[in-house]
């Protein structure tokens, strides 16, 4: 289910550093490539002792230790992790485990991503072990991953929200009171890459409208959509008695809606317009309407009510539209998310699956307004990735599933918060240990000595001795630096007597 609304880090190259783990990552420079950029960055350099013989340049390419754009990490201790030791594991390896039989029955190639395939290791120990007791729950984690705390570059905190699945009232006919369509994906809706009949089309990315064979023009937007222009051509899943009950749904990804004669139809996400998804609730911050420390899911639906015209305006300027496909759940059942499983109500996030590895377990920690809008409860909670949404980006981003219901949907409706978060990662890509083993940088010598001894990349020079030397991987002293131009001489303007003005009587237009 995916709901609507989803470079530099330094690496300490010091041994000290290095060994006590306490190394800050980033995704655009990371070991290596910092070390090959410091050193091209500065054209000079200390004299070799004769008995050492000057490095190779450039530095030889070695695969970085773990890679996530945008982001910095730092390794911990898991007695640092603020806490861990008061978390129910046992409930987060059920639902890992959930994920794993999606991992496991993958076959094709490890994703390009940071985790890779690297989570089918702890993913085929657990599928052995059918564990019920915590404390080994516990251990399972701590034996096969190590935590590493993440943000994005620059921050020192994450940030959640909450979804939950709207149960909505609803009649299979159109009535005067149900008159509002809910509508599964049109037949001429088009993704390139995609066949038009592939299950849950991207989230992300252009949508076409299909004329004929080969015309592409952009898909209907939202006021389209609700005047009409796919009406009456049999799209139509059910009908509900209010716009902002569909509004929801959408923002949701996934809704339960019950009939008259007591029978239900559930709903996931299956395609989308095409448009980006503009948050309402921004909009009446924007505007002055709402003040940000009030807002919250409810605060948008009292108003919506008491603003019927204002209501469809706001509506209009989220362009984007879901359209839904009817899955076979029982009401027992959680929401499906897109990792094709059924979600865990406290336990499943969704995350940028730009970014992630779905399974990928989390340790989101801080405080949440659980019990009221003014609550600061203690949240520590091992959570794991089986979903994703347009609005959720960014490395430490999560939106955190509550269930189905009215009450889910006021929990997770008042969730906007700044939280810690701890990845875990597979021991396979432990980056402390793998880290260690980039080369660290020459040291920088002084301003004194690089005067003295001038050198350059060989690779970078283009002169006869410069080739010449290339093949040797020796470095070549360059000329000095080119002199600035003379400042301009400061000249006096010379003197010119005023001439008198003649006046002259204005040509008419």
Not at 185 to 202: I, K
Not at 342 to 358: C, E, F, N, Q
Not at 361 to 368: C, K, Q, R, S, V
Not at 440 to 451: G, H, L, Q, V
Request: hydrophobic fraction near 35%.
């Amino acid at each position: 289910m995916a709901p609507e609304a989803r470079t530099k880090v330094l690496l300490k190259n010091s041994a000290t550093a290095l060994c006590a783990c306490a190394v800050v990552l980033s995704s655009f420079s990371l070991g290596a490539e910092a070390a090959r950029r410091h050193h091209r960055s500065h054209h000079h350099h200390a004299p070799q002792s004769p008995a050492v013989p000057p490095r190779a340049l450039p530095y030889p390419q070695l695969l970085l230790p773990f890679e996530i754009p945008g982001a910095q990490y730092l390794p911990l201790a898991w007695a640092d992790v603020k806490g861990w030791g008061d978390d129910n594991h046992l409930a987060a390896y059920k639902t890992f485990r959930l994920s794993c039989r999606s991992i496991n029955a993958q076959n094709g190639a490890a994703e390009p991503k940071a985790l890779g395939a690297s989570l089918s290791e702890p993913c085929r120990a657990a599928k052995t072990l059918d564990l019920t007791d915590d404390a080994k729950a516990k251990s399972f984690f701590e034996e096969n991953f190590a935590p590493l705390r993440i943000s994005r570059l620059g921050e020192p905190d994450g940030f959640v929200t909450g979804y939950y699945e709207p149960v909505l009232e609803g009649s299979r006919t159109q009535t005067d009171v149900y008159n509002v369509p809910v509508y599964r994906r049109p037949s001429n809706l088009f993704v390139r890459g995609y066949r038009q009949d592939s299950v849950s089309l991207p989230n992300k990315g252009p949508v076409y409208r299909k004329i004929g064979r080969r015309k592409l023009v952009p898909y209907y937007d939202r006021g389209e959509i609700e005047d009409g222009k796919i009406a009456g051509r049999g799209l139509e899943i059910a009908w509900l008695k209010d716009p902002t009950d569909l509004l929801f749904a959408q923002i949701q990804g996934s809704a339960r809606i019950k009939f008259d004669d007591g029978g239900t139809v559930r709903l996931n996400y299956d395609a989308y317009n095409g448009y980006p998804y503009t948050a309402v609730g921004r909009i009446l911050i924007e505007r002055g309407i709402i003040p940000k420390e009030e807002m919250s899911m409810q605060k948008i639906r009292e108003w919506m009510a008491q603003n019927p015209d204002g209501a469809k305006e706001l509506r209009r300027q989220n362009r984007a539209y879901i359209f839904f496909r009817e899955v076979n759940l029982s009401d027992k059942d959680e929401a499906v998310g897109a990792q094709g499983i059924p979600l865990t109500a406290g336990r499943s996030i969704a995350v940028d699956k730009s970014l992630h590895v779905y399974g990928t377990p989390f340790f989101i920690e801080g405080e949440l307004p659980i019990e009221s809008e003014r609550a600061k409860t203690p949240f520590h909670r091992l959570m794991i990735a089986q979903d994703t949404g347009s609005a959720i980006i960014g490395p430490a981003r999560a939106d955190l599933f509550f269930g189905a219901g009215q009450e889910a949907g006021r929990i997770s409706g008042r969730l906007r918060h700044p939280m810690h978060f701890v990845m875990l990662v597979p021991k396979s890509l432990d980056p402390g240990p793998r880290a260690a083993k980039l080369p660290i940088p020459d040291p920088r010598p002084s301003e004194k000595i690089a005067k003295l001894f001038p050198q350059t990349d060989p690779a970078k020079t283009g002169t006869p001795a410069a080739a010449a030397a290339q093949g040797k991987n020796e470095t070549v002293a360059i000329a000095g630096p080119v002199p600035l131009p003379v400042p301009r001489p400061a000249i006096d303007p010379a003197f010119e007597p005023r001439r008198p003005v003649k006046n002259r009587p204005h040509r008419q237009q």
